[in-house]
């Protein structure tokens, strides 16, 4: 940012006095250098060193206040229709309404009224729809200029890349319907040529997690980036992902919106990869972004290696039916190996990299990573996981030839018969209240929570005049005297063992 301030600085002494021809191609030099839009990049180099815009005064009004009322009314006496249609409705509900004595306006204001274009009349109005409901339309800024300067690729232009071409989206944990709240994302990224695949945990939606993602696979991949290729998303679609992408030397380009097929590719491992190894749970929190990031290290190389996948070869169309022909299955591995622009350094660490490789212990760590996963979907808490060793791989091995007895093997998808509810879905109307009302149970053992609603709505009548947290106060109020009472007992268990032998 302090560059292209430099820079602006720099440029607009001769922008102010350079000729229009020379204007022109100061203006190509500076958008191509900054990736502004054109507009934007002229009105900062039309822009003073003390910060006015050269040239800028005070706009003279042509509609004033008494316009902008009548307009109003005339607006709501047609329904509230658009600036368009209210502009061709106006000469005639003018006359209608003057006819019939509703409305007797000055001959200057009704001029205007009748001059005033379609645009003017969706801006003056901008305020009562904003009153009327809540809400602006989305701006059309950063994020929309960022998203027309970034090309369109669909699923068939993508004919043959070479590796390095990656397909990105991200899948959020949120176990089940989308909601409002914080769930771990994972960025999934899928090579093109290749298959090759890489998931990374996130702890929430966020563009600089984006950016921290990229640097990670860039780093763990045995090939170099090329592209990413993402849909419109915002995470994808800003300043920050778009600069990463241009100083990186990254082929940015993005889908069209509402067409999945576009990212047919990283669409069908979102459920091949990351729903069949996380399964639908809910994962909230850093402690599930770990243990997601721990099954992700071992089902890469898993995954990568020792997964045959298929690719489509053609696709042909007869009326409606579509046949598809498909390569023989392989492994992300050894369509890189197959390939002729990966170079022979690559293939030989690909090929060291596998023969190191031992796919049951990969296997034993991504159940154990799973299982991890699994309670803190059911539970929000981790397990305690038993550290692998040698023994653990043997015994796990020779468990494979009756796994299939035992049903699902993934614990991210068996069925949770007494899953504990353990996230909140609402607000704690006693959160503010409570060390006020134990006190109060703590002084007065007895005292009924009928008795204690009362108090508070006296005390907090704005919060609990209507009483309608009752309810949940009788259960709280339960639940404290169960684990008093449970205190007391255990307290009276111990007291035994916990007094000293005289000898």
Same mark, same amino acid.
């Given at each position: 940012?302090?560059?292209?301030?430099?820079?602006?600085?720099?440029?607009?002494?001769?922008?102010?006095?350079?000729?229009?021809?020379?204007?022109?191609?100061?203006?190509?030099? &500076?958008?191509?250098?900054?990736?502004?839009?054109?507009?934007?990049?002229?009105?900062?180099?039309?822009?003073?060193?003390?910060?006015?815009?050269?040239?800028?005064?005070?706009?003279?009004?042509?509609?004033?206040?008494?316009?902008?009322?009548?307009?109003?009314?005339?607006?709501?006496?047609?329904?509230?229709?658009?600036?368009?249609?209210?502009?061709?409705?106006?000469?005639?509900?003018?006359?209608?309404?003057?006819?019939?004595?509703?409305?007797?306006?000055?001959?200057?204001?009704?001029?205007?009224?009748?001059?005033?274009?379609?645009?003017?009349?969706?801006?003056?109005?901008?305020?009562?729809?904003?009153?009327?409901?809540?809400?602006?339309?989305?701006?059309?800024?950063?994020?929309?200029?960022?998203?027309?300067?970034? $090309?369109?690729?669909? &699923?068939?232009?993508?004919?043959?890349?070479?590796?390095?071409?990656?397909?990105?989206?991200?899948?959020?944990?949120?176990?089940?319907?989308?909601?409002?709240?914080?769930?771990?994302?994972?960025?999934?990224?899928?090579?093109?040529?290749?298959?090759?695949?890489?998931?990374?945990?996130?702890?929430?939606? @966020?563009?600089?997690?984006?950016?921290?993602?990229?640097?990670?696979?860039?780093?763990?991949?045995?090939?170099?980036?090329?592209?990413?290729?993402?849909? @419109?998303?915002?995470?994808?679609?800003?300043?920050?992902?778009?600069?990463?992408?241009?100083?990186?030397?990254?082929?940015?380009?993005?889908?069209?919106?509402?067409?999945?097929?576009?990212?047919?590719?990283?669409?069908?491992?979102?459920?091949?990869?990351?729903?069949?190894?996380?399964?639908?749970?809910?994962?909230?929190?850093?402690?599930?972004?770990?243990?997601?990031?721990?099954?992700?290290?071992?089902?890469?190389?898993?995954?990568?290696?020792?997964?045959?996948? &298929?690719?489509?070869?053609?696709?042909?169309?007869?009326?409606?039916?579509?046949?598809?022909?498909? &390569?023989?299955?392989?492994?992300?591995?050894?369509?890189?190996?197959?390939?002729?622009?990966?170079? $022979?350094?690559?293939? +030989?660490?690909?090929?060291?990299?596998? @023969?190191?490789?031992?796919?049951?212990?990969?296997?034993?760590?991504?159940?154990?990573?799973?299982?991890?996963?699994?309670?803190?979907?059911?539970?929000?808490?981790?397990?305690?996981?038993?550290?692998?060793?040698?023994?653990?791989?043997?015994?796990?091995?020779?468990?494979?030839?009756?796994?299939?007895?035992?049903?699902?093997?993934? $614990?991210?998808?068996?069925?949770? $018969?007494?899953?504990?509810?353990?996230?909140?879905?609402?607000?704690?109307?006693?959160?503010?209240?409570?060390?006020?009302?134990?006190?109060?149970?703590?002084? +007065?053992?007895?005292?009924?929570?009928? +008795?204690?609603?009362?108090?508070?709505?006296?005390?907090?009548?704005?919060?609990?005049?209507?009483?309608?947290?009752?309810?949940?106060?009788?259960?709280?109020?339960?639940?404290?005297?169960?684990?008093?009472?449970?205190?007391?007992?255990?307290?009276?268990?111990?007291?035994?063992?916990?007094?000293?032998?005289?000898?």
């Amino acid at each position: 940012m302090t560059t292209r301030k430099e820079l602006v600085a720099a440029l607009q002494l001769r922008y102010s006095s350079a000729a229009f021809g020379d204007r022109i191609r100061i203006l190509d030099e &500076f958008v191509a250098l900054t990736g502004y839009h054109r507009k934007h990049a002229i009105r900062l180099l039309r822009e003073q060193p003390g910060g006015a815009a050269k040239g800028t005064r005070e706009r003279n009004r042509l509609y004033d206040e008494a316009v902008r009322q009548a307009l109003t009314v005339l607006w709501e006496a047609a329904d509230r229709v658009c600036g368009k249609r209210l502009k061709a409705l106006i000469p005639k509900l003018v006359d209608a309404m003057e006819r019939h004595g509703h409305l007797d306006l000055d001959p200057v204001i009704k001029a205007k009224l009748l001059e005033v274009s379609a645009a003017t009349i969706d801006r003056m109005l901008a305020n009562a729809r904003l009153q009327i409901d809540g809400q602006r339309k989305r701006r059309k800024g950063v994020g929309s200029a960022i998203r027309r300067s970034i $090309p369109v690729r669909t &699923f068939a232009d993508w004919r043959d890349p070479p590796p390095g071409f990656f397909e990105i989206d991200m899948v959020e944990h949120c176990g089940g319907p989308k909601t409002d709240g914080d769930f771990v994302h994972t960025l999934t990224l899928t090579d093109i040529a290749s298959g090759w695949t890489e998931c990374v945990a996130m702890r929430v939606r @966020n563009q600089m997690l984006v950016i921290e993602a990229f640097d990670k696979v860039a780093a763990d991949l045995p090939f170099a980036m090329l592209g990413v290729d993402s849909d @419109n998303d915002t995470a994808f679609m800003n300043q920050s992902v778009f600069d990463y992408c241009k100083e990186h030397g990254l082929e940015q380009t993005r889908s069209r919106a509402y067409k999945k097929n576009d990212q047919a590719w990283v669409e069908q491992k979102n459920g091949s990869v990351v729903r069949r190894l996380v399964g639908y749970g809910r994962l909230s929190g850093t402690d599930a972004r770990d243990a997601l990031a721990q099954l992700y290290a071992s089902s890469r190389l898993y995954i990568n290696f020792f997964q045959p996948s &298929f690719k489509l070869k053609s696709k042909t169309r007869d009326g409606a039916r579509v046949h598809k022909v498909y &390569f023989a299955p392989a492994t992300p591995c050894d369509r890189l190996l197959a390939h002729d622009s990966v170079k $022979p350094a690559i293939k +030989e660490k690909l090929k060291a990299q596998f @023969n190191s490789l031992d796919p049951v212990r990969l296997l034993q760590e991504m159940r154990t990573a799973q299982q991890t996963l699994s309670e803190f979907a059911a539970h929000g808490v981790r397990a305690d996981a038993a550290p692998t060793g040698e023994s653990d791989v043997a015994v796990f091995l020779a468990s494979l030839s009756s796994a299939w007895m035992e049903g699902e093997a993934r $614990p991210t998808h068996r069925k949770q $018969p007494n899953a504990k509810h353990w996230w909140k879905t609402r607000v704690d109307p006693f959160a503010d209240a409570w060390p006020v009302i134990e006190g109060w149970l703590i002084a +007065e053992p007895a005292v009924s929570a009928n +008795e204690l609603m009362d108090r508070l709505a006296t005390m907090v009548p704005d919060a609990y005049a209507s009483k309608a947290q009752l309810r949940t106060l009788q259960r709280r109020v339960k639940a404290w005297r169960a684990e008093r009472v449970k205190e007391m007992i255990l307290g009276s268990l111990r007291k035994p063992a916990d007094t000293p032998v005289e000898v």
